[in-house]
């Protein structure tokens, strides 16, 4: 199963809905090299919601994605256990985890359907199977980073960006289209949220 992951900026949380917004994933290079095409993924909702793409750890479910251009964002809620017991305590702590900033990120666990290679060694997904999403510690795809927690009032969505390409040079490898379509995915992005560097 391959993996991809984004960064999460968790602002404000309420501990009434536990639910969890942000982007599953986008079509920018991650720091493996690849990328992951959003109109590409095939896939049921809801999907399994993991901690650490442990499949022995799930811990709610994604309710509602919305596919573009721009990449796939995601509504996920952790579940409310009343009962007391082992899965009441492994809910209980995937909320904590990350209200409290220590899952900062998701990863997508796929199943590849059909890519091909990039100039720079990576590969592009262009099918896939989307199996599920973990909260994770360690991001890949270090230029997204959306998210919010739900309160019961709204919720509060804050956007980063960690690196510029044109800064860093890691799309390098990528044609001049490539890197004018993920420049129209940052305008698209700033234009939704802003951002702050």
Excluded: C
């Amino acid at each position: 199963m391959n993996r991809v992951f984004l960064d999460l900026a968790i602002k404000a949380t309420q501990d009434d809905q536990r639910v969890i917004e942000g982007w599953a994933t986008t079509p920018t290079e991650d720091r493996m090299g690849d990328i992951v095409m959003p109109r590409g993924a095939s896939y049921k909702l809801p999907l399994p919601l993991l901690i650490d793409h442990n499949h022995s750890l799930a811990v709610g479910n994604v309710e509602r994605v919305e596919v573009s251009d721009a990449g796939i964002k995601f509504t996920a809620r952790i579940a409310k256990i009343a009962e007391p017991g082992e899965a009441k305590n492994l809910v209980d702590k995937a909320w904590q985890l990350v209200k409290n900033g220590l899952r900062r990120s998701v990863s997508i666990g796929f199943r590849p359907l059909d890519h091909e290679p990039l100039a720079a060694g990576g590969k592009r997904f262009k099918k896939w199977e989307w199996l599920e999403l973990s909260l994770v510690a360690v991001p890949a795809q270090a230029d997204a980073a959306i998210t919010s927690a739900k309160a019961a009032n709204g919720f509060t969505i804050r956007r980063i960006i960690r690196d510029k390409p044109a800064a860093s040079g890691r799309y390098s490898g990528l044609t001049p289209a490539e890197r004018r379509e993920m420049a129209e995915v940052k305008a698209a992005y700033e234009q939704m949220f802003g951002w702050e560097d």
